[in-house]
């Protein structure tokens, strides 16, 4: 049995304190703290079964009971706990993304060097069982050599401005689970990348000074060429699928839907739209991403999602901005840190 606190009670904190108390059988959550910690977030947080609850994450730091953390909190505060928390010897489940400054990341990556402690970030979508099949089929050569990479990610509502503007803009938090995916799929890392991009959906967004479409092609390092199309709004749902094509065939998935149930009549053929946001689609995967870290730990195996992958998407993020604001390829090695 694993010991964790959790740092950060939002959406996120949420999601993984539900998933670990029903799914995750050989961990248990000691503490949780947040600074707006209220009665309503305590009374649900004691109904999950949770011990303690508080403000301050240091007391979660210095409990020597508690063997992992769970980084949840707003993504400024990612780096710097992430440091204090493997000085205090905890192992580490971080949100994506670490952070959006690669130096600081590097400080993560220097400060984990002959640590012990195990660092996982918060890339879930390789833990989903659509995209997990995908990899899978590449894995077993079913595929052949991957020659062509196409990951369709639109979300169902833009974002307000004002988290447009604070979070980083769309590179580095939306499409950045898609710069994962790519790596993820073609089992290396990009080597050139090129945006096309608009402001379609709001101009609010563009107001803000970010972009809220984009077609996003990546020359990888084995030959292979990828694709990435997102949408901050797709009118019928959250669009998540992906298509693998090589020398042998090729693997696609289908969005997830409350059921497969297709309706024939005289007005047409429908079925069910696309399940709705990230909290209906991915919840399978918070639960497996986190019961391998826990396997981690107690195994002594490395993590499914390290520190350089954190780092890695970040780096993508930042060429494809390069990418727009000077309207030509970018190569990853531009990118100096
Ligand atoms: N993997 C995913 O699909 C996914 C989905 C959503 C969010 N995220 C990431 O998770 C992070 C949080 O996102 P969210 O949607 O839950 O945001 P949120 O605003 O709902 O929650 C963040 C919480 O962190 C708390 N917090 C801030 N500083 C803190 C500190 N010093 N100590 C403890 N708690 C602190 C805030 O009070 C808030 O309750 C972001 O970095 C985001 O990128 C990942």
Known sequence: MVTVGIIGAGRIGKVHTESICNYVRNAKIKTVADPFMNETTEHWLKSMGVENT?????????????????????????????LEAIAAGKHVFCEKPIDHDLTKIKQVVEALKGSGIKYQVGFNRRHDHNFAAVKQAIVDGKVGDVHIIKITSRDPEPPSA????????????????????????????AEEIYVQSAVLVDPAIGEAGDVDTAVITLKMENGAIAVIDNSRRAAYGYDQRAEVFGSKGMV??????????????????????P???????????????????????????????????????????????????????????????
């Open 252 to 273: 696609a998935t289908a969005n997830d839907t409350l059921s497969t149930a297709v309706l024939s009549n005289a007005e047409g053929v429908t079925g069910e739209k």
């Open 54 to 82: 508080c403000k301050d994450y240091h007391e979660i730091l210095n409990d020597p009971e508690i063997q992992a953390v769970l980084i949840c909190s707003s993504t400024n505060t990612h780096s710097p706990i992430s």
């Open 162 to 189: 004002e988290y447009a503007a604070v979070s980083g803009g769309m590179f580095l938090d939306m499409t950045i689970h898609d710069f994962d995916m790519v790596r993820f799929l073609a089992g290396c890392d």
């Open 275 to 337: 399940l709705y946001f990230f909290l209906e689609r991915y919840m399978q995967s918070f639960a497996t991403e986190v019961k391998g870290f826990i396997h981690a730990i107690e195994n002594d195996t490395d993590t499914l999602v390290g520190v350089e992958d954190g780092l890695k998407p970040v780096l993508m993020g930042i060429a494809a901005k390069k990418s727009v604001e000077e309207h030509r390829p970018v190569k990853l090695s531009e990118i100096v840190y």
